[in-house]
Protein backbone atom coordinates (compact mmCIF):
# COMPACT_ATOMS: atom_id res chain seq x y z
CA UNK A 1 0.00 0.00 0.00
CA UNK A 2 1.12 3.62 -0.34
CA UNK A 3 0.21 5.11 3.18
CA UNK A 4 2.13 2.50 5.45
CA UNK A 5 1.84 3.08 9.12
CA UNK A 6 5.80 3.25 9.72
CA UNK A 7 7.62 2.97 13.21
CA UNK A 8 10.97 3.70 14.11
CA UNK A 9 11.96 1.70 16.90
CA UNK A 10 11.40 -2.12 17.57
CA UNK A 11 10.93 -2.25 21.50
CA UNK A 12 8.33 -1.90 23.64
CA UNK A 13 6.37 1.03 22.31
CA UNK A 14 7.23 0.46 18.35
CA UNK A 15 6.11 -2.86 18.55
CA UNK A 16 3.09 -2.50 20.98
CA UNK A 17 2.03 -0.16 18.19
CA UNK A 18 2.65 -2.88 15.49
CA UNK A 19 0.48 -5.27 17.03
CA UNK A 20 -2.58 -3.36 18.21
CA UNK A 21 -2.73 -1.52 14.77
CA UNK A 22 -2.37 -4.88 12.81
CA UNK A 23 -5.44 -6.02 15.31
CA UNK A 24 -7.69 -3.10 14.65
CA UNK A 25 -6.85 -2.26 10.92
CA UNK A 26 -5.13 -5.88 8.93
CA UNK A 27 -5.16 -4.74 6.33
CA UNK A 28 -2.73 -2.19 6.06
CA UNK A 29 0.91 -2.28 6.09
CA UNK A 30 2.96 -1.80 8.90
CA UNK A 31 6.68 -1.46 8.96
CA UNK A 32 8.72 -1.46 11.31
CA UNK A 33 12.65 -0.29 11.10
CA UNK A 34 14.91 -1.10 13.72
CA UNK A 35 18.96 -0.36 13.65
CA UNK A 36 19.39 -3.13 16.00
CA UNK A 37 19.06 -6.97 15.80
CA UNK A 38 17.05 -7.61 19.41
CA UNK A 39 14.02 -6.24 19.62
CA UNK A 40 11.18 -5.95 22.19
CA UNK A 41 13.24 -7.07 25.12
CA UNK A 42 12.75 -6.36 29.20
CA UNK A 43 15.70 -3.94 30.01
CA UNK A 44 14.20 -4.28 33.50
CA UNK A 45 15.31 -7.92 33.62
CA UNK A 46 18.82 -7.48 33.08
CA UNK A 47 20.13 -6.81 35.92
CA UNK A 48 18.48 -10.00 37.07
CA UNK A 49 20.04 -12.17 34.32
CA UNK A 50 23.52 -10.37 35.31
CA UNK A 51 22.66 -11.73 39.02
CA UNK A 52 21.97 -15.22 37.54
CA UNK A 53 18.13 -15.71 38.22
CA UNK A 54 17.35 -15.63 34.82
CA UNK A 55 18.88 -18.09 32.59
CA UNK A 56 19.03 -17.00 28.80
CA UNK A 57 18.86 -13.64 27.15
CA UNK A 58 16.08 -14.96 25.02
CA UNK A 59 13.83 -15.42 28.45
CA UNK A 60 13.65 -11.84 28.41
CA UNK A 61 12.28 -11.30 25.09
CA UNK A 62 7.98 -10.23 24.88
CA UNK A 63 8.07 -10.66 21.12
CA UNK A 64 10.50 -12.73 18.60
CA UNK A 65 10.75 -11.52 14.92
CA UNK A 66 9.16 -14.44 13.74
CA UNK A 67 6.14 -13.76 15.88
CA UNK A 68 6.40 -10.46 14.53
CA UNK A 69 6.10 -11.77 11.20
CA UNK A 70 3.04 -14.06 11.83
CA UNK A 71 1.38 -10.60 13.19
CA UNK A 72 1.74 -9.51 9.71
CA UNK A 73 4.15 -6.97 11.00
CA UNK A 74 6.69 -6.00 8.38
CA UNK A 75 9.92 -5.91 11.05
CA UNK A 76 13.39 -4.94 9.12
CA UNK A 77 15.99 -5.63 11.61
CA UNK A 78 19.27 -3.26 10.96
CA UNK A 79 17.49 -0.72 9.46
CA UNK A 80 18.66 2.65 10.65
CA UNK A 81 16.30 5.38 9.66
CA UNK A 82 18.56 8.52 9.83
CA UNK A 83 16.23 11.35 8.72
CA UNK A 84 12.77 12.14 8.30
CA UNK A 85 11.08 14.85 6.21
CA UNK A 86 7.60 15.49 7.14
CA UNK A 87 6.65 17.73 3.93
CA UNK A 88 7.93 14.65 1.69
CA UNK A 89 6.16 12.02 4.48
CA UNK A 90 8.94 10.09 3.96
CA UNK A 91 11.98 8.50 5.68
CA UNK A 92 15.34 7.99 4.72
CA UNK A 93 16.40 4.39 5.57
CA UNK A 94 20.42 2.76 6.06
CA UNK A 95 20.25 -0.77 5.36
CA UNK A 96 22.14 -3.88 4.97
CA UNK A 97 21.40 -3.28 1.28
CA UNK A 98 21.69 0.47 1.31
CA UNK A 99 20.36 3.85 1.50
CA UNK A 100 16.81 4.57 0.45
CA UNK A 101 13.23 6.44 0.74
CA UNK A 102 10.25 4.63 2.66
CA UNK A 103 7.22 6.87 2.36
CA UNK A 104 4.43 6.96 5.17
CA UNK A 105 1.00 7.99 5.73
CA UNK A 106 1.62 8.12 9.78
CA UNK A 107 4.72 7.60 11.15
CA UNK A 108 5.65 7.05 15.16
CA UNK A 109 8.85 7.52 16.64
CA UNK A 110 10.08 4.89 19.48
CA UNK A 111 13.56 5.68 19.42
CA UNK A 112 13.75 4.96 23.61
CA UNK A 113 16.33 6.76 25.29
CA UNK A 114 20.08 5.90 25.68
CA UNK A 115 22.44 5.47 28.55
CA UNK A 116 24.64 8.10 29.66
CA UNK A 117 28.24 8.08 30.53
CA UNK A 118 29.85 11.03 29.53
CA UNK A 119 31.44 13.25 31.20
CA UNK A 120 33.03 10.43 33.16
CA UNK A 121 36.73 10.10 31.52
CA UNK A 122 37.63 6.42 30.93
CA UNK A 123 33.91 5.39 30.23
CA UNK A 124 34.47 3.46 27.05
CA UNK A 125 37.13 1.38 28.32
CA UNK A 126 37.54 -2.58 27.91
CA UNK A 127 35.28 -3.65 31.04
CA UNK A 128 33.17 -0.41 31.62
CA UNK A 129 29.92 -1.34 30.53
CA UNK A 130 26.54 0.76 30.99
CA UNK A 131 23.44 -2.00 31.55
CA UNK A 132 21.26 -1.08 28.70
CA UNK A 133 21.62 -3.26 25.66
CA UNK A 134 21.43 -6.98 25.87
CA UNK A 135 25.02 -7.45 24.32
CA UNK A 136 26.41 -5.14 26.70
CA UNK A 137 24.56 -6.99 29.72
CA UNK A 138 25.62 -10.69 28.01
CA UNK A 139 28.99 -9.26 28.15
CA UNK A 140 29.03 -8.59 31.59
CA UNK A 141 27.54 -11.83 32.38
CA UNK A 142 30.41 -13.58 30.16
CA UNK A 143 32.75 -11.97 32.26
CA UNK A 144 31.27 -13.00 35.28
CA UNK A 145 31.15 -16.88 34.31
CA UNK A 146 34.59 -18.64 34.80
CA UNK A 147 35.80 -19.55 31.29
CA UNK A 148 36.07 -23.59 32.38
CA UNK A 149 32.29 -23.39 32.50
CA UNK A 150 30.62 -25.30 30.15
CA UNK A 151 27.29 -24.03 30.84
CA UNK A 152 27.57 -20.80 29.23
CA UNK A 153 25.62 -21.04 26.14
CA UNK A 154 25.00 -17.18 25.29
CA UNK A 155 27.71 -16.96 22.33
CA UNK A 156 25.28 -19.19 20.37
CA UNK A 157 21.91 -17.08 21.51
CA UNK A 158 20.60 -15.46 18.14
CA UNK A 159 20.97 -11.95 17.69
CA UNK A 160 23.93 -11.42 20.04
CA UNK A 161 27.21 -10.48 19.62
CA UNK A 162 29.18 -13.26 19.32
CA UNK A 163 32.19 -12.08 19.32
CA UNK A 164 31.88 -9.70 22.17
CA UNK A 165 30.45 -12.03 24.75
CA UNK A 166 33.41 -14.35 23.61
CA UNK A 167 36.18 -11.47 23.89
CA UNK A 168 34.73 -11.29 28.12
CA UNK A 169 34.36 -15.28 27.93
CA UNK A 170 37.88 -16.03 27.57
CA UNK A 171 39.13 -13.81 30.57
CA UNK A 172 39.09 -14.44 34.30
CA UNK A 173 36.24 -13.24 36.44
CA UNK A 174 36.79 -10.08 37.77
CA UNK A 175 37.35 -9.73 41.87
CA UNK A 176 36.32 -6.29 42.65
CA UNK A 177 33.48 -4.10 40.73
CA UNK A 178 32.44 -0.71 40.82
CA UNK A 179 29.36 0.79 39.97
CA UNK A 180 28.60 4.57 39.48
CA UNK A 181 25.51 5.98 40.70
CA UNK A 182 22.86 4.84 42.81
CA UNK A 183 19.77 4.67 41.11
CA UNK A 184 17.61 1.89 40.09
CA UNK A 185 20.15 0.12 37.61
CA UNK A 186 23.32 1.04 40.16
CA UNK A 187 21.19 -0.45 43.31
CA UNK A 188 20.55 -3.46 41.50
CA UNK A 189 23.66 -4.56 39.89
CA UNK A 190 24.83 -4.05 43.41
CA UNK A 191 22.80 -6.69 44.29
CA UNK A 192 23.62 -8.66 40.84
CA UNK A 193 27.22 -8.65 41.67
CA UNK A 194 27.17 -9.69 45.39
CA UNK A 195 25.20 -12.64 44.28
CA UNK A 196 28.82 -13.64 42.60
CA UNK A 197 30.13 -12.95 45.95
CA UNK A 198 32.76 -10.02 44.23
CA UNK A 199 33.80 -7.00 46.33
CA UNK A 200 31.11 -4.23 45.17
CA UNK A 201 32.02 -0.28 45.38
CA UNK A 202 28.84 1.63 44.86
CA UNK A 203 29.62 5.52 44.27
CA UNK A 204 26.63 8.40 44.70
CA UNK A 205 27.41 11.87 43.72
CA UNK A 206 24.72 12.80 46.24
CA UNK A 207 24.39 11.42 49.61
CA UNK A 208 21.16 9.29 49.50
CA UNK A 209 20.56 6.57 47.08
CA UNK A 210 17.70 6.52 44.80
CA UNK A 211 16.68 9.80 45.33
CA UNK A 212 13.50 10.49 43.69
CA UNK A 213 12.11 7.99 46.20
CA UNK A 214 12.97 10.28 49.23
CA UNK A 215 14.63 10.08 52.67
CA UNK A 216 13.31 7.02 54.11
CA UNK A 217 13.75 4.55 51.42
CA UNK A 218 17.54 6.06 50.50
CA UNK A 219 18.59 5.18 54.49
CA UNK A 220 16.55 2.02 54.81
CA UNK A 221 18.59 0.73 51.14
CA UNK A 222 21.86 2.00 52.16
CA UNK A 223 21.78 0.44 55.48
CA UNK A 224 20.52 -3.02 53.48
CA UNK A 225 23.44 -2.82 51.10
CA UNK A 226 26.11 -2.21 53.41
CA UNK A 227 24.79 -5.23 55.67
CA UNK A 228 25.47 -7.30 52.40
CA UNK A 229 28.87 -6.10 52.33
CA UNK A 230 28.40 -3.24 49.31
CA UNK A 231 30.64 -0.91 49.90
CA UNK A 232 29.15 2.63 49.79
CA UNK A 233 31.05 6.29 48.32
CA UNK A 234 28.20 8.46 48.90
CA UNK A 235 28.59 11.94 48.45
CA UNK A 236 31.13 11.06 45.95
CA UNK A 237 31.52 12.15 42.55
CA UNK A 238 33.44 9.96 40.17
CA UNK A 239 35.02 11.52 37.38
CA UNK A 240 37.21 8.85 36.01
CA UNK A 241 37.96 5.35 34.76
CA UNK A 242 41.39 4.34 35.61
CA UNK A 243 43.22 1.87 32.94
CA UNK A 244 45.90 -0.27 32.73
CA UNK A 245 48.76 -0.45 30.17
CA UNK A 246 46.24 -2.71 27.92
CA UNK A 247 43.46 -0.41 28.14
CA UNK A 248 41.49 -2.75 30.23
CA UNK A 249 39.63 -1.13 33.56
CA UNK A 250 42.07 -0.94 36.14
CA UNK A 251 39.77 1.23 39.05
CA UNK A 252 37.69 4.75 39.51
CA UNK A 253 38.82 7.76 40.60
CA UNK A 254 36.79 9.99 42.94
CA UNK A 255 36.49 12.78 45.25
CA UNK A 256 37.10 10.66 47.71
CA UNK A 257 40.00 8.61 46.44
CA UNK A 258 40.85 5.77 44.15
CA UNK A 259 39.25 2.29 44.05
CA UNK A 260 40.74 -0.80 42.32
CA UNK A 261 38.61 -2.20 40.30
CA UNK A 262 38.78 -5.22 37.00
CA UNK A 263 35.01 -4.48 35.95
CA UNK A 264 33.09 -0.87 36.32
CA UNK A 265 29.40 -0.10 35.46
CA UNK A 266 28.14 3.80 35.17
CA UNK A 267 24.61 3.70 35.89
CA UNK A 268 23.65 7.72 35.99
CA UNK A 269 20.86 7.67 33.94
CA UNK A 270 19.42 8.53 30.50
CA UNK A 271 18.63 10.99 27.69
CA UNK A 272 15.80 10.31 25.22
CA UNK A 273 16.91 9.76 21.53
CA UNK A 274 15.09 12.46 20.06
CA UNK A 275 17.68 13.82 17.73
CA UNK A 276 16.10 12.05 14.87
CA UNK A 277 13.41 14.51 14.48
CA UNK A 278 15.81 17.25 15.76
CA UNK A 279 15.42 18.70 12.10
CA UNK A 280 12.18 19.13 11.42
CA UNK A 281 9.23 20.51 12.49
CA UNK A 282 8.62 18.30 15.68
CA UNK A 283 8.62 20.47 18.65
CA UNK A 284 10.95 18.89 21.91
CA UNK A 285 9.70 19.34 25.54
CA UNK A 286 12.04 21.30 27.86
CA UNK A 287 13.71 17.34 28.66
CA UNK A 288 14.94 17.18 25.68
CA UNK A 289 12.07 14.32 24.81
CA UNK A 290 9.56 14.83 22.11
CA UNK A 291 6.12 16.53 22.80
CA UNK A 292 3.43 15.00 22.77
CA UNK A 293 -0.67 15.48 23.10
CA UNK A 294 -2.93 13.16 24.83
CA UNK A 295 -2.68 10.53 21.75
CA UNK A 296 0.74 10.64 21.61
CA UNK A 297 0.72 12.98 18.42
CA UNK A 298 3.19 15.68 17.97
CA UNK A 299 3.15 19.16 16.38
CA UNK A 300 3.10 17.51 13.16
CA UNK A 301 -0.28 16.13 12.09
CA UNK A 302 0.54 12.20 10.88
CA UNK A 303 3.54 11.78 13.13
CA UNK A 304 3.43 10.35 16.62
CA UNK A 305 5.84 9.54 19.32
CA UNK A 306 5.72 7.08 22.08
CA UNK A 307 7.87 5.22 24.89
CA UNK A 308 11.66 6.86 26.26
CA UNK A 309 11.75 9.47 23.56
CA UNK A 310 8.12 11.18 24.36
CA UNK A 311 6.64 13.36 27.25
CA UNK A 312 3.71 12.66 28.48
CA UNK A 313 1.50 14.93 30.87
CA UNK A 314 2.45 14.39 34.34
CA UNK A 315 -1.08 12.74 36.33
CA UNK A 316 -0.61 15.61 39.59
CA UNK A 317 0.72 18.13 37.63
CA UNK A 318 -0.75 18.12 34.29
CA UNK A 319 2.45 19.56 32.97
CA UNK A 320 4.25 18.02 30.02
CA UNK A 321 6.73 15.31 32.14
CA UNK A 322 9.62 12.66 30.88
CA UNK A 323 9.52 9.52 32.66
CA UNK A 324 10.99 6.52 31.11
CA UNK A 325 9.57 3.47 32.37
CA UNK A 326 8.23 0.44 30.75
CA UNK A 327 4.79 0.40 30.99
CA UNK A 328 4.48 3.84 29.75
CA UNK A 329 6.04 2.76 27.27
CA UNK A 330 3.96 -0.34 26.40
CA UNK A 331 0.56 1.26 27.25
CA UNK A 332 1.61 4.50 25.15
CA UNK A 333 2.56 2.15 22.06
CA UNK A 334 -0.80 0.34 22.19
CA UNK A 335 -2.95 3.61 22.65
CA UNK A 336 -1.18 4.98 19.17
CA UNK A 337 -1.31 1.72 16.87
CA UNK A 338 -5.40 2.33 18.17
CA UNK A 339 -5.38 5.77 17.39
CA UNK A 340 -3.95 5.50 14.24
CA UNK A 341 -5.75 2.86 13.56
CA UNK A 342 -9.04 5.37 13.52
CA UNK A 343 -10.13 4.98 17.11
CA UNK A 344 -8.60 7.92 18.59
CA UNK A 345 -7.33 6.82 22.65
CA UNK A 346 -5.71 8.62 24.61
CA UNK A 347 -1.84 7.38 25.60
CA UNK A 348 -2.68 8.41 29.77
CA UNK A 349 -1.04 10.05 32.43
CA UNK A 350 2.45 9.43 34.13
CA UNK A 351 2.67 9.58 37.76
CA UNK A 352 6.53 8.49 37.72
CA UNK A 353 5.56 5.08 39.58
CA UNK A 354 8.02 2.46 40.14
CA UNK A 355 9.43 -0.24 42.45
CA UNK A 356 12.63 -1.26 43.18
CA UNK A 357 14.53 -4.08 45.03
CA UNK A 358 17.79 -4.11 47.31
CA UNK A 359 18.25 -7.46 48.25
CA UNK A 360 15.18 -8.30 50.54
CA UNK A 361 13.91 -4.87 51.02
CA UNK A 362 11.68 -3.29 48.32
CA UNK A 363 10.74 0.42 47.68
CA UNK A 364 8.08 1.83 45.78
CA UNK A 365 7.29 5.50 45.00
CA UNK A 366 4.60 7.42 42.86
CA UNK A 367 4.16 11.23 42.14
CA UNK A 368 5.51 14.40 43.60
CA UNK A 369 7.89 13.47 46.72
CA UNK A 370 10.60 15.87 47.14
CA UNK A 371 9.47 18.95 48.40
CA UNK A 372 11.53 21.38 45.99
CA UNK A 373 9.76 19.26 42.61
CA UNK A 374 6.38 19.84 44.97
CA UNK A 375 7.06 23.98 45.19
CA UNK A 376 8.25 24.65 41.67
CA UNK A 377 4.76 22.48 40.46
CA UNK A 378 2.78 25.43 42.40
CA UNK A 379 2.03 23.46 45.74
CA UNK A 380 2.36 24.08 49.62
CA UNK A 381 3.91 20.52 50.10
CA UNK A 382 2.97 18.78 53.46
CA UNK A 383 4.66 15.68 54.43
CA UNK A 384 4.41 12.91 57.10
CA UNK A 385 6.13 9.18 57.42
CA UNK A 386 5.05 6.74 59.53
CA UNK A 387 6.13 2.96 60.11
CA UNK A 388 3.21 0.25 60.57
CA UNK A 389 3.06 -3.50 60.31
CA UNK A 390 2.80 -4.77 56.88
CA UNK A 391 0.27 -7.97 58.22
CA UNK A 392 -1.78 -8.67 61.81
CA UNK A 393 0.94 -8.21 64.46
CA UNK A 394 0.12 -11.60 66.11
CA UNK A 395 0.81 -13.33 61.94
CA UNK A 396 3.87 -14.96 61.29
CA UNK A 397 5.82 -12.88 58.85
CA UNK A 398 4.93 -9.45 59.83
CA UNK A 399 7.68 -7.09 58.89
CA UNK A 400 8.36 -3.27 59.24
CA UNK A 401 6.72 -1.08 56.26
CA UNK A 402 7.58 2.44 56.40
CA UNK A 403 5.33 4.89 53.70
CA UNK A 404 5.63 8.92 53.39
CA UNK A 405 2.78 10.90 52.19
CA UNK A 406 3.06 14.30 50.57
CA UNK A 407 0.00 16.77 50.07
CA UNK A 408 -0.70 19.98 49.18
CA UNK A 409 -1.76 22.22 52.25
CA UNK A 410 -4.09 23.93 51.30
CA UNK A 411 -6.49 21.68 49.46
CA UNK A 412 -5.76 18.07 50.84
CA UNK A 413 -4.80 17.01 47.55
CA UNK A 414 -2.91 13.84 47.38
CA UNK A 415 0.38 14.55 45.76
CA UNK A 416 2.92 11.48 45.84
CA UNK A 417 4.57 8.68 48.39
CA UNK A 418 6.61 6.15 48.95
CA UNK A 419 7.17 2.68 50.50
CA UNK A 420 10.07 0.42 51.65
CA UNK A 421 10.06 -2.93 53.99
CA UNK A 422 10.57 -6.25 53.33
CA UNK A 423 7.03 -7.92 52.95
CA UNK A 424 5.13 -6.91 50.08
CA UNK A 425 6.08 -3.52 50.57
CA UNK A 426 6.55 -1.91 47.13
CA UNK A 427 3.06 -3.76 45.64
CA UNK A 428 1.36 -1.00 48.68
CA UNK A 429 2.77 1.95 46.52
CA UNK A 430 -0.47 0.78 43.69
CA UNK A 431 -3.05 2.19 46.15
CA UNK A 432 -1.40 5.59 46.16
CA UNK A 433 -0.87 5.85 42.31
CA UNK A 434 -4.21 4.91 42.07
CA UNK A 435 -5.47 7.24 44.15
CA UNK A 436 -3.18 10.07 42.48
CA UNK A 437 -4.78 8.94 38.95
CA UNK A 438 -8.10 9.78 40.71
CA UNK A 439 -7.29 13.51 41.89
CA UNK A 440 -8.13 12.02 45.58
CA UNK A 441 -7.28 14.22 48.91
CA UNK A 442 -6.18 12.94 51.61
CA UNK A 443 -8.78 11.85 53.31
CA UNK A 444 -10.27 10.31 50.53
CA UNK A 445 -7.38 7.99 50.69
CA UNK A 446 -7.61 7.49 54.30
CA UNK A 447 -11.29 6.48 54.10
CA UNK A 448 -10.82 3.79 51.07
CA UNK A 449 -12.16 0.22 51.69
CA UNK A 450 -8.93 -1.68 51.66
CA UNK A 451 -8.79 -5.40 51.78
CA UNK A 452 -7.92 -6.85 55.89
CA UNK A 453 -7.35 -10.54 56.95
CA UNK A 454 -4.53 -11.13 58.88
CA UNK A 455 -2.06 -12.93 56.67
CA UNK A 456 -2.45 -9.29 54.26
CA UNK A 457 -2.84 -6.83 56.13
CA UNK A 458 -3.30 -4.96 59.73
CA UNK A 459 -6.73 -3.79 59.66
CA UNK A 460 -5.28 -0.12 59.34
CA UNK A 461 -3.21 -0.67 55.88
CA UNK A 462 0.40 0.91 56.36
CA UNK A 463 -0.84 3.48 53.60
CA UNK A 464 -4.39 3.93 55.61
CA UNK A 465 -2.21 4.43 58.46
CA UNK A 466 0.05 7.54 56.77
CA UNK A 467 -3.23 8.83 55.13
CA UNK A 468 -4.50 8.94 58.41
CA UNK A 469 -1.71 10.97 60.48
CA UNK A 470 -0.78 13.34 57.29
CA UNK A 471 -4.86 13.96 57.33
CA UNK A 472 -4.32 15.29 61.04
CA UNK A 473 -1.45 17.00 60.02
CA UNK A 474 -3.50 18.97 57.70
CA UNK A 475 -6.47 19.53 60.13
CA UNK A 476 -4.22 21.27 62.84
Known amino acids: MSDP ?39 C ?33 EHEVVAVDTEAKAVTVEGPDGRFEQPYGDLL ?38 PADPGFAEPDVPYVDTELVESYLEREPPETVAIVGGGYVGVEMAEAF ?20 GEAVGETVA ?65 GAIATDRYGETSVDGVYAAGDCAQMLHTVTGSPAWVPLGLTANRAGRAVGQTVAGDPTPVGGI ?42 GYYPGAAETTVTLTADRGTGKLLGGSIVGTDRAAIRIDTVATALENGMTVAELERTDLAY ?22 ED
Open 5 to 43: FVIVGGDAAGLSAASKHRRENPDRDVIVFEKGRWVSYAA
Open 45 to 77: GMPYYVKGEVESLLDMLSLTPEEAAERGIDLRR
Open 109 to 146: VATGARAVSEPIEGSRLDGAFTIHSMDSTAAVRAFLTD
Open 194 to 213: AAHELDVHLFQRPDRLLEPF
Open 223 to 287: EALRDEGVSLHLGEEVDRIESDDEGRVAGVSSTGGTVDAELVVVGIGVRPNSGLVANTPVELGES
Open 351 to 392: AGTAVVKAFDVECGRTGLVDHERVREAGFDPVSETVTAGSRS
Open 453 to 474: APPFSPVWDPVLVAAKVLNGTL
